[in-house]
């Protein structure tokens, strides 16, 4: 831990607390950084979930009314924008951050204050996208000639408020005319805050990559995860850009009346589709490549093998990343596209089953002839790629396009992305939260109620999510407030509601396991999984300075071989000397030899963030006065924390002495 | 609802066995109206012949697959005495063999993929020529061949394709008839094109796939095949004018409430008036008793389900372009005593 300067070299008093509320609003490492990005997507997880709830709730009835059709509208609308960029991408941001730094051997990533930045504009991002809810109401559309369409007054609700267009805000009906208010342009203004944040994050972790590897850590020694989280870095590097210039599109439209989407006018509707899956078919892999780097670190752990064909798992990822920006448009195959294009979607569609198959082939092989321990990271990783082959194959009944034209826009997509991001995603990125765990406690997670939350998540999910590829099948389609009895849609729709209670019981138990674990667990030692890198060759929970001395390395799972020879077999002994070295490691990570320097706390960052949401009300609001003036001072505001941190130096002083 | 079947043991055979994997689903809820498992003309059997040798190629990867990890977690898991494994790190003949095997399963489902999209796309030569253009929350169809122009029911010759050319004037709708052909999205500023054809004579549900607003979900359709004789009939109908109401009868005081409240400004009723229907208009009224359904096709064409309807429109149909006119009971009896005169 630095010392702050006695003397400030800005107009500013360097922030010196080391713990408090202040320490973390200032905080530039990247283990806190990390720790706030999970819980607040874990915050939205719960928002995001109990809006799934209330959608699942709803549809245990045909022709229910339990909610409005504005209220419908707005929960899946919200929902889908929770759980992608509130909750999955933040989710893997939180892993990515805490651990990047530690699995390649630094003390933080390149740029620790851009890494605040990026922090604090995804919650200012998501606060500015759910406050909505006090400044919307419902409102009908407008109708092509001018003609509005009309309301009762009980559609009128605070829920119904939200924004309503669809996560994919097809335009026109996202646009002015149809879907008049404030609620899109929240929408649409909090993508871009969000998207801001993830771009910065991105570059963040490129450089981190590039530059602070440990020495001896060639790129292909280093763990799959940062593999993975290099590879969604540059996914969101370029397809970012894309969604960000369509979504100023979609504002200028909306706020300016520039028609780019105006089909009157000229505007062109299905450029809005190809610029929204250009970035949001790429998107998919952000979402799902990291619980894939996390599932390929799990399953070698717990399998007492290296993992099998690791060089084909990261160029398998590599590969999923170039093909993935090359089948946008099988998200259109029923759209105003011709048949030679849907040809050509359908082949590289199919083409990107391939390497996807090759990541599961090589787990598989990881598993085959081990020694498997089932701890509950390890079941989250095997539901991972079970559950995972469901939604591929699924997939790939999709690039067949004439079946396609049955099953888009049916609950059968419902079923198929959820096995894809639920089933996968959210159960790998669950495993990490098991695995490391005792990296951030120094205590381990009760394994009964780790694997009670396993079985109840398996059963509670299949449960909710097999059904729907039935119901997709029987004619449900997707985004539907009522479902007519004469369907007879109602007995699965009531399994699938069933099912939804039952994540939730397991969610409960997730969070009790934590809480609980948190204060009283085991605790965990300095290595409790036998593990095979880098982060877990320091104690636990991770010392601020992360690594008192850089690490060194030889090998692909370092760690591991530092504690492991082989016999002539080919099996692994365990040295001699490893318990030794692990204690001496344990002892040197909390007790530093020399001192070491780490950049000081800033409240530049925060500042910086504070400015963009609010110049994205002033644009809201931008006809009146108040509007206007919120433009301004939300742009002087972002310029004095620019200014403010262009003027401070990252480490104050150098002489700086470690205190633990 | 027709469930003419004609004999198609193989496919009976394919379906068979899904239907045993897929267990309780065949027990409750099977084959609704809306099923896109029960094609009923020549272009969802299309579909249907390619979906389930998918299905079942799918079925067998998941099986092998699955299969090898409940097998790798029963036989190599952590035992008493179990030896440490061999720190295997790969095998170069596996992994090509395991990227071969999937490139051409796919190579294999890719080849009828392409030819099918080709298939699907043209319309034949003899098809009938339809309009269908889709409206917040409505499907309003129109025959080029004679101008006849309806709403909410697409009535088409059984036996024979029809094609479809299809906008909306309004913001993307989908055109989907499961029985019939797969979907469609009728986008605004383009044309897309759907085959349809039902083999016999039936009704056939349909429902707007992609969100459209406020009340996407009450957007649905209907396709009524009629053997071709009945059909030719029903078209040229079209074209005549509905019977004037007998005077001081209460569907002459219906009448008189639907051109004084408004009505009439955006529906057709001919002879009373003749303005096309357009754009953001509702659905031509001329011919309504002959449809079933209401209100894109959300509701039954019955005196209970019409009265709600006038009643409160965008209560019953969230965002309604129809206003709530605030009749009285009386008036929407008289109303309804003339809209049952629309033969």
Request: proline letters at 7%.
């Amino acid at each position: 831990m630095s010392i702050a300067s006695e003397r400030p070299t800005t107009i500013f008093r360097r922030p010196a607390a080391e713990t408090g509320f202040w320490s973390w609003v200032t905080t530039v490492d990247h283990k806190r950084i990390g720790i706030m990005y999970g819980y607040t997507a874990f915050a939205f997880f719960l928002i995001g979930g109990t809006e799934a709830i209330l959608i699942r709730l709803h549809l245990f009835k045909a022709n229910s009314t339990l909610l409005t059709a504005a209220e419908y509208n707005s929960l899946f609308t919200t929902h889908a924008l929770t759980m992608i960029f509130l909750v999955v991408m933040p989710m893997a941001a939180a892993f990515v951050n805490y651990l990047l730094p530690l699995l390649i051997g630094a003390r933080d990533v390149a740029f620790p204050r851009m890494n605040a930045l990026s922090y604090w504009i995804f919650l200012f991002g998501g606060i500015f996208l759910y406050s909505v809810i006090f400044f919307a109401d419902v409102t009908p559309p407008t109708g092509v000639q001018g003609v509005p369409g009309n309301i009762d007054p009980s559609e009128q609700t605070t829920f119904g408020a939200l924004p309503d267009g669809g996560w994919f805000m097809y335009q026109p009906n996202a646009g002015g005319d149809f879907t008049p208010g404030k609620a899109l342009d929240f929408a649409a203004l909090g993508i871009q805050i969000l998207g801001l944040a993830s771009l910065i994050a991105s570059v963040n972790f490129i450089v981190t990559i590039f530059n602070l590897r440990a020495k001896g850590m060639k790129l292909l020694r280093m763990p799959v995860f940062v593999w993975m989280s290099l590879i969604v870095a540059f996914l969101l590097l370029f397809s970012l850009p894309i969604i960000a210039i369509a979504l100023f599109m979609v504002t200028l439209d909306r706020q300016f009346g520039t028609m780019f989407f105006d089909v009157p006018a000229g505007g062109d509707v299905v450029l809005w589709q190809h610029l929204f899956w250009l970035f949001g078919h790429p998107e998919v892999y952000v979402l799902i490549l990291p619980a894939m780097g996390i599932v390929s670190e799990l399953i070698p752990v717990f399998s007492r093998k290296p993992l099998f064909g690791y060089a084909a798992i990261v160029f398998a990822g590599a590969g999923i990343a170039f093909l993935g920006f090359g089948v946008w448009a099988h998200h259109m195959f029923a759209s105003a596209i011709t048949p030679v294009a849907q040809a050509a979607f359908a082949l590289s569609t199919m083409a990107i089953a391939v390497p996807t198959g090759v990541k599961i082939f090589n787990w598989l092989g990881t598993m085959w002839l081990g020694k498997i321990k089932f701890a509950t990271p390890m079941l989250f990783a095997i539901g991972f790629v079970t559950m995972f082959i469901i939604g591929g194959l699924s997939g790939v009944t999709h690039a067949v396009v004439p079946s396609d034209w049955q099953q888009t826009d049916t609950y059968y997509i419902v079923g198929h992305f959820h096995y894809v991001l639920f089933g996968g995603a959210i159960f790998g990125l669950f495993g990490g939260l098991y695995y490391w765990f005792p990296k951030l406690t120094g205590r381990m997670m009760s394994e009964r109620l780790g694997k009670a939350h396993f079985w109840i998540w398996m059963v509670g999910f299949n449960l909710t999510f097999a059904p729907m590829h039935w119901l997709g099948l029987q004619g449900m389609v997707r985004r539907t407030w009522q479902y007519a009895p004469e369907t007879g849609l109602q007995p699965w729709n009531q399994a699938a509601t069933v099912g939804s209670l039952i994540i939730v019981v397991g969610v409960l138990v997730f969070m009790y396991n934590w809480m609980v674990s948190k204060r009283r667990g085991k605790p965990a030692g300095m290595d409790p999984w036998d593990a095979r890198t880098l982060e877990w060759s320091i104690p636990n929970p991770t010392p601020v300075h992360n690594f008192s001395r850089p690490p060194e390395v030889h090998a692909l799972d370092a760690f591991w071989h530092m504690k492991y020879g082989e016999d002539e077999e080919g099996r692994p002994v365990r040295r001699p000397e490893a318990d030794v070295l692990v204690a001496e490691l344990d002892h040197i990570g909390t007790n530093p030899p020399e001192p070491v320097h780490l950049p000081n706390p800033s409240y530049f960052p925060i500042v910086a963030a504070a400015g963009l949401p609010t110049i994205a009300y002033g644009i809201v609001f931008h006809v009146s006065a108040l509007g206007k003036g919120l433009i301004l001072l939300g742009i002087l505001i972002t310029l004095t924390g620019l200014i403010g941190w262009a003027t401070e130096p990252l480490e104050e002083t150098h002489e700086a002495a470690v205190h633990v | 609802m027709m469930r003419a079947m004609a004999s198609r043991p193989l496919r009976r055979l394919l379906r068979a066995a899904p239907l045993l994997l897929l267990g309780a689903c065949s027990l409750i809820g099977i084959d609704g109206p809306m099923t896109s498992l029960e094609p009923q003309g020549p272009f969802s059997e299309q579909i249907n012949d390619l979906f389930w040798p998918v299905f079942w190629t799918a079925v067998v990867v998941f099986v092998l697959v699955e299969g090898a990890i409940v097998a790798a977690s029963f036989l190599f898991r952590d035992r008493p005495g179990r030896k440490e494994p061999k720190q295997v790190h790969g095998n170069t003949k596996l992994e090509v063999i395991w990227t071969a095997i999937p490139v051409i399963i796919l190579a294999s489902i890719a080849v009828p993929t392409v030819r099918g999209i080709f298939d699907l796309t043209e319309c034949g030569s003899g098809a009938m020529p339809v309009e269908i253009y889709g409206h917040q929350w409505w499907f309003e169809y129109r025959y080029p061949e004679n101008g006849a122009i309806t709403g909410n029911v697409l009535v088409i010759p059984a036996g024979r394709e029809v094609c479809a050319t299809m906008t909306s004037e309004d913001v993307i709708h989908n055109y989907w008839v499961p029985a019939l052909n797969g979907k469609r999205y009728l986008v605004p500023g383009h044309t897309t094109y759907l085959r349809l054809q039902a083999d016999e004579p039936g009704e056939y549900w349909g429902q707007c796939g992609e969100f459209c607003g406020l009340s996407h979900s009450l957007m649905r359709a209907r396709v009524v095949a009629l053997p071709e004789a009945e059909f030719q009939s029903w078209l040229a109908k079209q074209l005549e004018p509905a019977a004037e109401p007998d005077e001081g009868s209460e569907a002459a005081a219906g009448l008189a409430l639907f051109q004084q409240k408004g009505c009439i400004q955006c529906h057709t009723a001919r002879p009373w008036n003749t303005v096309a229907n357009q754009n953001f208009n509702g659905p031509d009224l001329t011919h309504l008793m002959e449809r079933d359904v209401i209100a894109g096709a959300a509701f039954d064409n019955t005196p209970e389900d019409l009265k709600n309807w006038l009643a409160n429109p965008p209560l019953e149909k969230p965002g309604s372009y129809m206003p709530n006119l605030g009749l009285t009971e009386q008036e929407i009896d008289s109303i309804i005593a003339w809209l049952e005169t629309l033969k």
